[in-house]
């Protein structure tokens, strides 16, 4: 679908890209003008939409390519996991703060496609979220000591009942931090992470022995 912009030189490619991803993530996807991203790209306005044929594959492009590139260094970051679930998801957490603050622009395009979802991209974000969540599903569960959880409990239930609340309490922070910027979000992410240590506190004495 986009061969005529894979076939471009990779010096020529990375300075579109680049581009986008600055013109997106300070605008987001409605405001984001693509004279903005032409001019600063150094190409003519037809080329881009040679390239993409409109703005929307064009920011569909771009975000996927964060997606990937965020993703693979995030695994990469993370180096050798707990086998404490609670801790896995704790030092998961603290990774995402150290990636953000590394790569901004790219964590800000991220944050915005995901809580600040454009009303005409609503179904093609939605799928790429439960795309990541499910591909991220392996890597929580993956060599767990399950030996910590109590014997009379379902031990699979158990792990749901970790995911379900993991994803409820996402939710409670996307609602509270919708209409802000996501420097505000990394600004409160250590009483974030304080107050996930404190419920998993709780979890556990639920949950383990």
Known sequence: MYANFENLPEEKKKRIIEACMEEFAHNGYDKASTNNIVKKAGISKGAI??????????????????????????????????????????????????????????????????????????????????????????????????????KDIDQRKALEVIMLFIDALANKYINIFRNKSANEVLINMDKIMEEYREYFEILKKGLYY
Request: charged residues 25%; hydrophobic residues 40%; without cysteine.
């Open 49 to 150: 939409f040679h390239y993409f044929g409109n703005k929307k594959n064009l920011y569909l492009y771009i975000l996927d390519y964060v997606i990937s590139y965020m993703s693979k260094k995030l695994y990469d970051m993370m180096g050798t996991s707990s086998d404490d679930i609670f801790e896995r998801i704790v030092n998961t957490g603290v990774v995402k703060i150290k990636l953000a603050y590394e790569e901004p622009l790219m964590y800000e395009m991220i944050y915005m496609a995901f809580i600040t979802t454009p009303e005409e991209l609503k179904e093609e974000i939605q799928k790429r979220y439960n795309k990541l969540y499910a591909e991220s599903m392996p890597f929580f569960i993956e060599n767990i000591d399950m030996s910590r959880f109590r």
